[in-house]
């Protein structure tokens, strides 16, 4: 079995998702050290006890996820879950390594990037806060068609807010919690937005300005992109890589 030595998985994820252009709301990178040699890299979505708990098991070297810990504004004391999720982690030897924003940008494993291809969807263009979000076209004509579609690929069924008749025309997503980006999709001339979660003004702006609007779920949409970099990993290095899809209802 291939290994690779940690601080070189750091240094060459660094590098690949370009980590220093992004001002994130925590720490990328690696989140908690581990063991030296690296094996094995479970991912997921989020570092929950259970995912950390299913890499246990799975005895991973690397747990490689989308929401790491120590969120800018959180209370920064090692107490309750937090302390339970840590102490797992330290007494499995386990690394954390942690990607946001980077994961959400990247051209090639990014989670607006992966949605987009198993959606068949063609960018065209990116708008927003560092350029996140995602402008384009797909190949389903009617928001039924399309919300039908998503359902098939997700696994859920979107909340739409429009007229399932009606066309979807020009085509803006950004994954998880992007729902007040509605307005920028709007000014750069999309027709339908598409995001994981729904707020309660999101109904109002898309009624008002006459775009349509469907939230698929924020861990729904942000499942492809750390599974793409775990398996880019896996390729380029030889070393064994598992997705843990921990189902959340959010």
């Not at 070297?61 to 959180?74: K, S, T």
């Not at 209370?75 to 690394?95: C, H, S, Y």
């Not at 429009?162 to 950004?174: E, I, K, S």
């Amino acid at each position: 079995m291939n290994t690779i030595n940690r601080d070189q998985l750091a240094v060459y994820l660094h590098d690949f998702l370009r980590a220093d252009g992004f001002e994130d709301y925590g720490p990328n990178g690696l989140q908690v050290e581990g063991a030296s040699e690296v094996r094995r890299i479970a991912s997921g979505v989020t570092a929950s006890l259970a995912l950390i708990e299913q890499a246990i098991a799975w005895q991973a070297d690397v747990i490689l996820v989308h929401h790491g810990w120590f969120w800018r504004g959180e209370d920064p004391r090692v107490v309750g879950q937090k302390q339970k999720r840590l102490r797992a982690l330290l007494a499995a030897n386990i690394n954390l390594f942690a990607y946001h924003l980077p994961l959400d940008a990247h051209p090639l494993v990014g989670n607006n990037a992966q949605l987009a291809a198993r959606m068949g969807w063609q960018t065209e263009a990116r708008f927003g806060r560092q350029d996140l979000a995602f402008v384009g076209s797909g190949p389903h004509s009617t928001l039924g068609d399309l919300a039908a579609a998503l359902a098939t690929a997700l696994g859920r069924a979107p909340l739409l807010v429009g007229d399932p008749t009606m066309p979807v025309g020009r085509l803006a997503w950004c994954t998880g919690a992007a729902q007040s980006w509605i307005e920028q999709a709007h000014e750069v001339g999309a027709n339908t937005y598409i995001s994981g979660e729904i707020s309660e003004p999101t109904a109002h702006f898309a009624r008002e300005m006459g775009i349509a609007y469907l939230a698929c779920g924020h861990h729904a949409t942000e499942r492809y992109g750390v599974q793409a970099l775990g398996e880019h990993l896996e390729r380029s290095f030889g070393i064994d890589h598992r997705f843990f899809d921990i189902d959340n209802p959010a």
